[in-house]
């Protein structure tokens, strides 16, 4: 394949510890330390050398100076979770709320055939949780 591929997704976030923490409970393995960045970033990685990046808005002001943040309500893209089962849609969706998620859609079984929720992290970015509802025997 030639040309750019996808490697990272990134947000910009009011508090980058307050952020790592929330996305640390709900599983994502930040390195330790990663909240005390120096310069405003910590990055995961998420699995297949797919990464998480967090920047916070200081950061990005200081080298942009034409920057500001969104205003406005809901977030136009979501971090989609697959979760392993569907009691884990249920289970993180109350972790996330707990460390300072906000809740849209609290988890139902949605007629695709996933057990779904949506609510959004501490600065407003969208967060899905998603697990496949097994077949009824």
Same mark, same amino acid.
């Given at each position: ?6 490697? !990272?997704?990134?947000?910009? $976030?009011?508090?980058?510890? @307050?952020? $790592? ?5 709900? #599983?994502? =393995?930040? %390195?330790? &330390?990663?909240? &005390? ?8 990685? $998420?699995?297949? #050398? +797919? ?11 200081? +080298?942009?100076?034409?920057?500001? %943040?969104?205003? #406005? #309500?809901? =977030? ?7 979760? =392993?089962?569907?009691?884990? $849609?249920? @289970?993180?969706?109350? *972790? ?9 859609? !609290? %988890?139902?079984?949605? +007629?695709? &055939? ?7 992290? %501490?600065?407003?970015?969208? *967060? ?6 097994? !077949?009824?025997?």
């Amino acid at each position: 394949m030639s040309g750019a591929r996808l490697d !990272a997704v990134g947000l910009i $976030v009011s508090d980058l510890e @307050r952020s $790592v923490r929330f996305y640390r409970a709900i #599983g994502l =393995p930040f %390195p330790d &330390g990663a909240e &005390g960045s120096e310069h405003g970033h910590a990055e995961v990685d $998420v699995g297949g #050398g +797919f990464r998480l990046m967090l920047d916070a808005e200081a950061s990005i002001a200081s +080298f942009d100076a034409t920057w500001k %943040p969104a205003e #406005g #309500g809901d =977030p136009r893209a979501a971090l989609a979770l697959r979760c =392993p089962t569907v009691g884990d $849609v249920d @289970r993180l969706y109350s *972790v996330a709320l707990a460390n300072g998620g906000r809740g849209h859609m !609290a %988890p139902w079984d949605a +007629f695709w &055939g996933q057990r779904y929720a949506r609510l959004q992290d %501490p600065d407003g970015n969208g *967060v899905d949780f998603y697990a496949d509802i097994p !077949a009824k025997a």
